[in-house]
Structure formats: structure tokens, C-alpha cells
């Protein structure tokens, strides 16, 4: 069975640029999250799909991060403009309910 | 607000020792808690726990949950340097297949 993929791995970009990060799940997982992952912190989850809707953004600064999943499958995270302090890993993961969460490989930004 | 904390915060110990990670939750509509391991970007799942009081072992690591008094250890013996990684607790809840975070235990063996 095929993970979740991600892209790009890594990514530099300077301050008030625009970045943009993809993620395919597991086929078949109808649930899909983005989390972000400040160094020594544990991961905070930014926006929750559930097929092509949003189930939870609670925690998304809207005013600058944007996520979609048009068709259902994968998906894109978007920051515009970056800052600083958004330097960490950004973890894709999927899951079908009571089998857990299984996370891609991560993107990790380091704005400069 | 539900919420899951792990201690210790860090950990670093010599290869050959035993260490017993914690974790405690509060999460309304329980479904499962969920060990994984993070050595450099993706957690890779460890367990998952349902019920209480049935360990779960995969060679050197073994866990297990309590649900009355809503914690879990995760216990590594003969700890080696390879086991130096994060070790996230995450607990799923019931309503819209959400998983909630602690902030990860950093173990470190030494030689």
C-alpha cells in the first residue's frame, strides 16, 4: 500500500514570499489533515478535511494560510506571505476511522 | 478542552537502560490512543490502544492503557541508541475522527 506522499521535502523561501506544499494520501482515506510542527513541540493540527470538506480550521491563520481539496483526494496548503515564525515541518496524514493516522514524510520551511 | 500531556519532557539515559514514557489524557468520546515515534520528520506508528489493561508488544517496546485514570506508558527496555527519537501520545476521539497531541517526549540514549 502506497503512504501518503508529499512535496516538495524541503523548501527556503524568504520572508513575504508565497509557498505552496502538496500532499496525496492513502487511497481511500476519506480524512485528511495538515499539521504544523514547531521544533520541540508536538504536531498542531491546521485544517482537517473529510472528503472535500472542511471539518475543523480552527487553528488556521486564515489571513494568510489557505488549504483545498477539490476533488477529494489531494490536496494543497498555501502561505501568503510567509513569515518568520513559520519556519517548521508541515506533515500531511490520512486515516480511515479506528485505524490511526498515517503521516507523509513532511515538508520542512525555513523562512529566512 | 481535551487534552493530552506527555512527561517527561526529555529524557536521556545509557544504552541498556529501562524507560517508562507517560501519558495522560482528557478527551471526551474516546476511541483509541496511539503511540508514535519520530526520529527525524514523519511519526511512524508505534500502537494503538482500546482497551485497558491488555499490553501491546513489539520486541524491546511495550504499552498499555488505563482508561479510569485516562493514561498510558510506553515502556523501552535494553534501550539501544537507535531508540533516540520524539515519542508522540495521541489520543482519537469519537466525533469527526480527530486526534489530539501531546507535545512528544525526546529520549536520548547514549553509548
Known amino acids: 500500500e502506497a503512504g501518503v506522499a508529499q512535496s516538495p521535502r524541503y523548501k527556503i523561501i524568504e520572508k513575504r514570499q508565497s509557498v505552496a506544499f502538496w500532499c496525496n494520501p492513502i487511497?481511500?482515506?476519506?480524512?485528511l489533515y495538515w499539521y504544523q510542527q514547531i521544533l520541540g513541540q508536538g504536531p498542531k493540527l491546521l485544517i482537517q478535511?473529510?472528503?472535500?470538506?472542511?471539518?475543523?480550521d480552527s487553528q488556521l491563520p486564515k489571513d494568510r494560510f489557505s488549504a483545498e481539496r477539490l476533488k477529494g483526494v489531494d490536496s494543497t496548503l498555501k502561505i501568503q506571505p510567509a513569515k518568520l515564525e513559520d519556519s517548521a515541518v508541515y506533515l500531511c496524514?490520512?486515516?480511515?476511522?479506528?485505524?490511526?493516522?498515517?503521516f507523509g514524510q513532511g515538508t520542512r520551511l525555513t523562512v529566512v | 478542552e481535551d487534552k493530552v500531556v506527555q512527561s517527561p519532557l526529555s529524557l536521556v539515559v545509557h544504552e541498556g537502560d529501562t524507560v517508562t514514557l507517560n501519558c495522560s489524557y482528557e478527551?471526551?468520546?474516546?476511541?483509541?490512543l496511539l503511540w508514535y515515534k519520530q526520529e527525524k520528520k514523519a511519526p511512524t506508528f508505534l500502537f494503538m490502544l482500546?482497551?485497558?489493561?491488555i499490553e501491546k508488544k513489539s520486541g524491546r517496546l511495550s504499552s498499555i492503557l488505563d482508561k479510569k485514570e485516562l493514561f498510558s506508558i510506553l515502556n523501552i527496555t535494553a534501550t539501544q541508541t537507535g531508540d533516540s527519537a520524539v515519542y508522540l501520545c495521541?489520543?482519537?476521539?469519537?466525533?469527526?475522527?480527530?486526534?489530539?497531541f501531546g507535545t512528544g517526549t525526546s529520549l536520548t540514549v547514549i553509548p
Open positions: 478527551v471526551t468520546n474516546f476511541r483509541s
Open positions: 478535511f473529510q472528503n472535500n470538506g472542511v471539518v475543523d
Open positions: 482500546t482497551s485497558s489493561g
Open positions: 496524514a490520512s486515516s480511515l476511522v479506528g485505524e490511526g493516522i498515517t
Open positions: 487511497s481511500g482515506h476519506a480524512t
Open positions: 495521541a489520543v482519537e476521539g469519537t466525533i469527526g475522527n480527530q486526534f489530539y
